[in-house]
């Protein structure tokens, strides 16, 4: 049994390399919220997704990504395509597209303020509103490079990340940013769990300051969105 | 006439946003944004209905002439044709 986002799961018949991505979520917890069984149909089905060189493995991770993701608007939560980071307690996602350069950015900032930030999830954070307040957490899904922290971090800042040769940072309405977040929340195929996580997406923008950062990969980059968001209250 | 996917809907930022749901995922995997009337006539094509019963029900909602209904549902109507994602 496993304990990622605060909620029990329970995976049966996984593969040695899903264990190793999750060693750090195992709990002796008995009670299960989340049960979870990957067959071989739904890495068939999940290999349509994927490049075909990719080992069965990765696939089955995959589909035990989508199985819980597909149950987290039953538990006030939803998956949240970003990276996410800690900043001496303030939480703050880079939304992009893949490939955009949040990674990129996430390390400018780790360089810029060292040990009082701490990487939560590089890559597939599950966002839960726990009292109100939404709350991104470590998952065994951090991306290829397993940036990640078994810990939760209360989101105060929504970032989405554009490539620029300049670097700006600016705040978003509510509107602007609606377009840019939908792209990048898992929308489950249940009915009753996709109206939910619109109703979530609703109470995440609201919840939340709203960027978008145009930057380059130099340090300053990091400086300049770090300085804009900080110092702007 | 009727929508060609199963959708749910819901308000996110002031819109109500539209998105497919079950296997239809598959088929129409992004959203739609939609404004008061939108989403209006987009929750009546949920079943099927001619585009004359579609004005009619506008006209029991809206304060519009049936000219101004008739062409905001035509404009609606074609604008969702336009992406596919209706059956005439």
Redesign the interface.
């Known amino acids: 049994m496993y304990k990622i986002a605060d909620l029990n799961i329970n995976f049966s018949k996984m593969s040695d390399y899903f264990g190793s991505l999750s060693n750090n979520y195992l709990t002796n917890d008995t009670a299960i919220d989340i049960m979870v069984s990957v067959s071989k149909s739904d890495i068939l089905s999940e290999r349509k997704n994927c490049s075909p060189e990719i080992p069965e493995q990765f696939v089955e991770s995959s589909c035990a990504l989508r199985a819980v993701a597909e149950k987290l608007p039953f538990f006030e939560g939803f998956l949240l395509h970003s990276a996410v980071l800690d900043a001496d307690g303030t939480g703050i996602a880079f939304a992009a597209k893949s490939g955009t350069g949040k990674t990129t950015h996430l390390r400018l900032w780790k360089q810029l303020l060292g040990d009082s930030m701490t990487v939560v999830n590089g890559d597939k954070p599950f966002v839960r509103f726990i009292e109100g307040k939404p709350f991104a957490y470590g998952t065994p899904w951090n991306g290829k490079e397993h940036f990640g922290t078994n810990m939760k971090t209360e989101i105060k800042h929504i970032c989405f990340i554009n490539r620029s040769e300049e670097n700006l940072t600016e705040p978003l309405d ?2 602007e ?3 840019l977040i ?1 792209n990048q929340i898992y ?5 009753e769990a ?2 939910k996580t ?2 979530l ?2 109470r995440f ?2 919840s939340c300051r709203l960027w978008r950062i145009n930057c380059n990969m130099l340090p300053s980059a990091a400086e300049c969105s770090y300085n804009k968001i900080f110092n702007s209250r | 006439m009727r929508l060609k996917y ?1 959708f ?8 109500t ?1 539209a ?1 497919a ?3 239809d ?1 598959d088929k129409f995997n992004g ?1 739609i ?1 939609l404004n008061g009337s939108g989403a209006f006539i987009f929750s009546l094509l949920k079943k099927d209905i001619t585009e004359g019963e579609i004005v009619a029900e506008f006209l029991k909602t809206y304060d519009a002439t049936e000219e101004q209904a008739r062409e905001t549902v035509k404009e609606f109507i074609n604008t969702l044709d336009k992406s596919g994602i209706i059956i005439k």
């Open positions: 509510e509107g940013a609606l377009d939908m929308f489950p195929r249940n009915p996709a109206v619109l109703e997406a609703g923008l609201k | 199963n749910v809907t819901n308000k996110v930022a002031d819109k946003v998105v749901t079950g296997s995922l959203y944004k």
